[in-house]
């Protein structure tokens, strides 16, 4: 089968084999779904242009007639007032049916993602992940059998497109994040502190990949599964990323991808502070393999 995760941000395509229980090959590329979302309230028709375009690409890599095709998509498509239109049109052009699933449905299937990596990397404990998107952050505690998920409407595109600066986004991210730091106090409250702080999508991945010495190109999942983060590793890479030319900045993240890390950062360490945990475990696996994983149930 291959899953499919329209995110706010990047759009995502991966195999899976239902038998086997193994991920095959997998694309990815930047949409921006979100882009302006947090002033004009709609998908723009420039990211729609966007997200189709990248789904007949990914068509040349996978085999879309000869699979089972699962296909979700996230906060900007639940925040935007033109989202069913939008759907609609990217179903007429590529024939892919995206679903808007809730935020709590979100957390749980990266959660799921998170599970399986973990099991594999034979790291155990109470945990939480936080999945910080282009337009939300996913955050979910996993207690043995208890789960405990929310969702907060707080990401990297729109944040670093709702202030001018980054010292403007320092300035007001506590405040942003203040509903997250309640939450995270809730549990904390009524379950205890978790034994692990566990991070996926692009900003810690790519935090990751820098300290490994990796660039946009050369990034390899693989090698990001399991890295430990602390608070001055995003510290020094935001300095080391500000320092760089916009050429330099280009090769180091992605194209157009510089901004929104930068941002990403400062939502991650306050992350840090928040969850109060000393370091933090990456895991590259999010949203598009647990809804892989979860069809295959």
Do not use: W
Not at 44 to 53: C, L
Not at 223 to 252: A, C, M, T, V, W
Not at 272 to 284: A, H, M, T, Y
């Amino acid at each position: 089968m291959i899953a499919i995760d329209l995110g706010s941000n990047t759009l995502r395509f991966i195999e899976f084999d239902c038998e086997s229980r193994e991920f095959g090959k997998s694309y990815e590329k930047m949409v921006k779904t979100a882009d302006n979302l947090a002033h004009s309230g709609i998908i723009s028709n420039e990211a729609y242009e966007r997200v189709v375009e990248t789904i007949l690409d990914a068509k040349k890599i996978f085999d879309f007639s000869s699979h089972k095709i699962s296909a979700v998509t996230t906060e900007a498509m639940r925040r935007a007032s033109n989202s069913s239109r939008v759907l609609a049109d990217i179903y007429s052009a590529t024939g892919v049916k995206f679903e808007i699933i809730s935020g709590e449905k979100e957390a749980l299937l990266t959660l799921e993602a998170v599970k399986y990596r973990l099991k594999k990397l034979d790291i155990n404990g109470s945990f939480v992940v936080v999945d910080i998107g282009g337009a939300s952050t996913e955050v979910a505690f996993c207690y043995g059998d208890e789960i405990v998920t929310n969702s907060f409407p707080i990401g990297i595109v729109t944040t670093a497109q709702r202030y001018t600066t980054l010292t403007d986004i320092g300035d007001s991210i506590s405040a942003d994040m203040v509903d997250i730091d309640q939450f995270v106090k809730n549990t904390y409250d009524k379950y205890g502190v978790v034994d692990r702080f566990v991070a996926t999508a692009g900003t810690p991945t790519t935090v990751a990949a820098m300290k490994l010495g990796q660039n946009y190109t050369t990034y390899r999942p693989e090698k990001i599964n399991g890295i430990e983060l602390y608070i001055e590793d995003l510290d020094r890479e935001l300095n080391h990323l500000l320092s760089l030319s916009s050429k330099d900045r280009e090769l180091l993240v992605g194209v157009g991808r510089g901004d929104l890390v930068s941002a990403g950062i400062l939502i991650y360490r306050e992350l840090f502070k928040i969850i109060g945990l000393e370091s933090c475990i990456v895991i590259d696996d999010g949203l598009r393999e647990g809804l892989a994983l979860q069809s295959c149930k």
